[in-house]
């Protein structure tokens, strides 16, 4: 007839879930502060898939986010050869559970004369039944090139001394 005769109410006290939004929130702006200002290359990689990655990696491979997400490690437009092993070792090493670094070439295809060389560090994360990666990437070419640098500059100087402790001799014979 129109008139009320009681309300049902349901409650649910959700102060739990709200806490853990919170934390949720909070832990994924640090996750992206970090990944965000850390000066190394960083790759997350799915089943050998980019998934995500940060600003420097994006300089490294001189490319865009767009083009690298979703890119396969080994079918990206990059040429990456390693010093002991492939690639794909140092990969499936990590997806075993242990942890692998290498030393490698990367030859872009956007400059092809220009060959970086670059340290790259492999671990898993995640669940054991994800295939999850953390793909560490440093460019060490200019420190190698300093490296080569400071090694020709010490054999000069032993050559020079050489040469003037053989010139001292000559000048006085025994």
Known sequence: QGRRIGVLLLFEDITEMRRTQVQLQESEAFYRTVFGSIEESIVILNENRIVDCNDVALRLFDTTKESFIGESIF??????????????????IAYNGKFTSARCTLRLHTNPNVIKIVEFSFSRFGTN??????????????????????????????????????????????
Do not use: F
């Not at 953390?134 to 040469?163: F, N, P, W, Y």
């Open 75 to 92: 079918d990206t437009a990059y040429e990456i050869e390693c010093q002991d092993y492939p690639l794909h070792h140092h990969i499936s």
């Open 129 to 174: 039944d994800e295939n999850k990666l953390v793909m560490i990437s440093r460019d060490i070419t200019r420190k190698v090139e300093e490296e080569k640098l400071l090694t020709m500059h010490g054999r000069q100087a032993q050559m020079g001394e050489m040469i003037s402790m053989m010139a001292h001799q000559w000048r006085q014979p025994l």
